[in-house]
């Protein structure tokens, strides 16, 4: 689970401030990887009204008319995933730097991190110098083995793969 993000409720505020959350957790992973720091989001439950929704896909249209003619539906989606990362990145950018350094950052923030961009070297066929095996966290290589399944890349040595040649081990074996 990305984050190890868990939903809670608040239950009490007292007049100094200080709040009590009730959220229940899975009592393995809470041992297993010694949770003792949380960061909160509060999160604003009131909810989206039809006219705020339809203002912004106008919004987003019109951004995504005014980069050519004929813009199809396809490119206004573009645009819209685009804008909600570009907002998300220059606006949101200093609760991730806070909760995601890569001089500070938790383990399984890395460990999600190191996950994604292996995707991304298997995804693009970017060479490396390096086995992507030997940095593997061991947690971490059921996923491995799978991305480099899906890429047809061979986990040992990182060569194309043809996935019905079971009977070898690495490519030159």
Known sequence: MP???ITGEI?????DGTIKISAKVDMGEYVKKGFKHVTLYLQ?????SDKQRKFCYSLIAA??????????TADRELMKQYLKLRFITENLEPIA???FSLGNAPMDIIADFQKYLIEIVL???IPTKFSLLEYIDENSIADYVYACLIHKKCCICGRH????HISKIGMGG
Request: proline letters at 3%.
């Open 44 to 48: 604003d439950d009131r909810t989206l």
């Open 11 to 15: 239950v009490d505020v007292k007049p």
């Open 123 to 125: 995804e693009y066929d």
């Open 97 to 99: 730097q806070h909760m």
């Open 63 to 72: 951004i995504a008319d005014a980069q050519g003619e004929n813009v199809k």
């Open 161 to 164: 793969a043809d996935l019905h």
């Open 3 to 5: 984050l190890d993000i």
